[in-house]
């Protein structure tokens, strides 16, 4: 059982770890929300079923810690309001790629909550239509056509953001 618990932590790590940074914008507030995740799924490994998906059963925890820990930090900010609190000197050195950093994170404050976590689920946890509808009680296809028209979307945001940077510059 330890030996299963060590190769679903080395398999969902980064996944896990990715998700939580996006959602909180601090690495120390990741870092402990991360081991804590990881605490519960071990505690509650027995309840996975030998049948189920085990990054769903994951992102389901490390969602539900997220929730946990805003509901607890009355006074935190919340997530469309976490990138002015995120560190940007990663890419500080390239002024066209933060302009278009800047623009997709404007474009993702436009969007409904239940978007950017179907976002924030795809690319940066990695994870595929089946598992994000899995923990969203949604189906594969609904996600698909979800991203689908999300993407579009964030297109034409992201293309007229970049358009107003070009006209001021």
Avoid at 83 to 102: G, T
Avoid at 134 to 160: D, S, Y
Wanted: proline share 1%; charged share 35%; net charge neutral.
């Amino acid at each position: 059982m330890k030996d299963q618990f060590i190769l679903l932590y080395d398999q969902f790590f980064d996944d896990v770890y990715r998700y939580i940074l996006y959602k909180v914008g601090k690495k120390w507030d990741a870092d402990d929300l991360v081991s804590e995740v990881f605490r519960k799924a071990f505690v509650r490994q027995s309840s996975l079923r030998q049948d189920s998906n085990e990054k769903a059963w994951l992102m389901t925890i490390a969602r539900n810690t997220v929730i946990d820990y805003y509901r607890k930090k009355k006074n935190v900010i919340y997530s469309d309001q976490v990138e002015d609190y995120m560190e940007h000197e990663v890419f500080s050195a390239n002024d066209d790629l933060e302009d278009h950093l800047d623009c997709v994170k404007n474009s993702l404050s436009f969007m409904p909550e239940e978007d950017r976590e179907i976002i924030n689920m795809r690319y940066f946890a990695d994870m595929k239509y089946r598992d994000i509808g899995q923990v969203l009680g949604k189906t594969e296809q609904a996600i698909r056509t979800r991203m689908f028209r999300l993407t579009k979307k964030m297109g034409v945001l992201v293309t007229k953001c970049l358009e107003g940077v070009k006209e001021r510059g």
